[in-house]
C-alpha cells in the first residue's frame, strides 16, 4: 500500500526559500504522476504543481510560476517541490498526492493517495 510523507516544511521570512519532499514507500513511484497541494487557513485545498511519469510538470497555480518548482529523484522515490521567493500568502499546509496515471490529471479528484501534510509559515 502506497504511503506518501512530506518533510521540509516550517517557518521562513517572506523572500526566503525551501524544499518540501514527499517521500514514497509500499510503492515505486516511478509509473506515477505526483502532485503537491496547498490549502490555507479558511480556503480549500488546491492544486500547485504535478509532474508526471517522464518528468514533465504541469501548473494548477499561476501564482507560482517562475518562484516554484517541481522535481523527482525516482532512486529515491522522492519528489520535491522546490519554494523560493517565498510570499506571505504561500502560507499553508503542503500536501503531496499521487495518482495512478501516468500523466498529470486536470481533474484534481484524479488524485487518491494523499500524505498528511506539512505546515509551511511565510512571516517576519
Known amino acids: 500500500q502506497l504511503q506518501l510523507v512530506e518533510s521540509g516544511g516550517g517557518l521562513v521570512q517572506p523572500g526566503g526559500s525551501l524544499r518540501l519532499s514527499c517521500a514514497a514507500s509500499?510503492?515505486?513511484?516511478?509509473?506515477?504522476?505526483i502532485g503537491w497541494f496547498r490549502q490555507a487557513p479558511g480556503k480549500e485545498r488546491e492544486g500547485v504543481l504535478c509532474i508526471n511519469s517522464g518528468g514533465f510538470d504541469m501548473n494548477y497555480d499561476q501564482s507560482v510560476n517562475g518562484r516554484f518548482s517541481i522535481s523527482r529523484d525516482n532512486a529515491k522515490n522522492t519528489v520535491y517541490l522546490q519554494m523560493n521567493s517565498l510570499k506571505s500568502e504561500d502560507t499553508a499546509v503542503y500536501y503531496c498526492?499521487?495518482?495512478?496515471?501516468?500523466?498529470?490529471?486536470?481533474?484534481?479528484?484524479?488524485?487518491?493517495?494523499w500524505g498528511q501534510g506539512t505546515q509551511v509559515t511565510v512571516s517576519s
Open positions: 498526492a499521487a495518482t495512478g496515471r501516468r500523466n498529470c490529471p486536470w481533474d484534481l479528484g484524479d488524485f487518491d493517495s
Open positions: 509500499g510503492v515505486t513511484l516511478d509509473h506515477f504522476a
